[in-house]
């Protein structure tokens, strides 16, 4: 029954939906076009990850099936997939995925590149561009060292700090430019249109990685276009998301005030930006995720001295990156992925682990869909973290 909860209301509220549009519409034919807008489906988006925890690498084709298989879940207005370990020999050098408009902005962006970044190579990320694609933006990766910056105090070369301002001053062109990754060994690739069909384009199948999320968007509140699908990325993080935040504008504000420009339209930004800055403090995954998703304070107030005061501390000093509403989200890193419900499990998430492989989806059916037998197949709770490493698993029940 919990891995199916979202699902329920959402065939509810499709039929009214269908049956409104159809009585306005008899004896005509119909296309999708007569029913966008105006059927909402309250649990939309797919998200799936994986992962080898023994750092074997896997094609993209894997994520792409599983992806497939959760079609009706977004409306393709937006998809894309992030992997890692899929630059060996190039792992050492910060990979840069841009979306341009045009060449011209493409030369102002390299200056900005240039300012912190010794560019070691470049090169257009290759693509099919047929159909509708043929008038798809440029998109190109940037091969790159940290060297002194200008932006930087003197003497301070602190890479994670360069990528944090190169990619803000990159954003705030958008939508002419946007910055989709920029982390090591990594790559995200994402654009309009169904899972599939995203796939098809950035020719995923032709990448090996250890580990790889996928997102299929339905978006609720926001427009479709190319910067604002999914993942969000940041140095090495890359987050997919089902859901809607409504604690977006205290997360915004919080976030602000630690020097992040949120301008990408979507309130998945603030988990990516979130994620990252929590990282950058040293903090756990486990932590992480006590701080999205802490108790409610009824279950504090019923916990032991010492407990009570830590999840008092921890939701009065970071109660600005306490993420509210529905949400399921697959957070990938270097070397692991974290998924994680919100506190009432509004939206659906399961894991299954088949071997060496931890995989992770909106649907059972996409996980069957690549690996039939399963030695353990459980949704997640609410609130509930699972933390899959390379070499390493571990999980954390943070309410």
Request: charged share 20%.
């Amino acid at each position: 029954m919990v891995a199916h909860y979202g699902l329920v209301g959402c065939s509810t509220r499709l039929l009214c939906g269908v049956n409104s549009v159809l009585s306005r519409h008899d004896n005509q034919d119909l296309h999708y076009e007569d029913f966008e807008g105006r059927i909402r489906i309250p649990s939309g988006c797919a998200i799936a990850g994986l992962i080898n925890r023994k750092g074997e690498l896997t094609s993209g084709h894997t994520i792409a099936e599983m992806m497939a298989v959760m079609h009706e879940r977004s409306n393709g207005l937006g998809a894309g997939y992030a992997g890692y370990g899929i630059y060996p020999d190039r792992s050492d050098s910060y990979a840069f995925h841009l979306i341009l408009a045009d060449e011209w902005i493409q030369q102002e962006v390299e200056v900005i590149l240039s300012r912190a970044f010794s560019m070691e190579s470049k090169e257009e990320i290759p693509v099919k561009r047929i159909g509708a694609y043929k008038q798809a933006p440029l998109v190109w990766r940037y091969f790159c060292s940290p060297r002194c910056s200008p932006w930087m105090a003197d003497g301070e070369t602190d890479a994670d700090e360069l990528l944090l301002k190169t990619t803000m001053r990159i954003n705030r062109l958008a939508p002419r430019a946007t910055v989709m990754s920029c982390g090591k060994n990594m790559g995200v690739f994402k654009g309009v249109g169904y899972p599939e069909e995203i796939a098809e384009f950035f020719r995923i199948d032709e990448y090996q990685g250890y580990s790889w999320i996928g997102h299929g968007r339905f978006p609720t509140n926001t427009p479709g276009w190319w910067g604002g699908a999914h993942p969000f990325s940041i140095g090495e993080i890359a987050v997919v998301h089902n859901g809607e935040l409504s604690s977006y504008g205290a997360n915004k504000n919080y976030l602000e005030s630690c020097s992040y420009e949120l301008s990408l339209q979507t309130d998945t930004e603030v988990m990516a930006y979130a994620v990252h800055y929590l990282r950058s403090q040293g903090y756990s995954w486990g932590l992480i995720a006590a701080i999205f998703a802490p108790p409610h304070w009824s279950d504090i107030d019923r916990m032991g001295d010492r407990e009570r005061e830590f999840y008092t501390a921890l939701r009065r000093a970071y109660g600005g990156l306490l993420m509210n509403g529905p949400f399921s989200i697959i957070v990938a890193f270097s070397g692991g992925l974290m998924a994680l419900n919100d506190r009432l499990k509004l939206r659906p998430l399961i894991a299954g682990t088949s071997g060496d492989f931890l995989y992770m989806a909106s649907e059972e059916a996409a996980i069957r869909q690549v690996c039939e037998r399963l030695d353990t197949l459980k949704p997640l709770e609410a609130g509930e973290a699972l933390i899959g490493l390379v070499e390493e698993e571990s999980r954390c029940h943070v309410a």
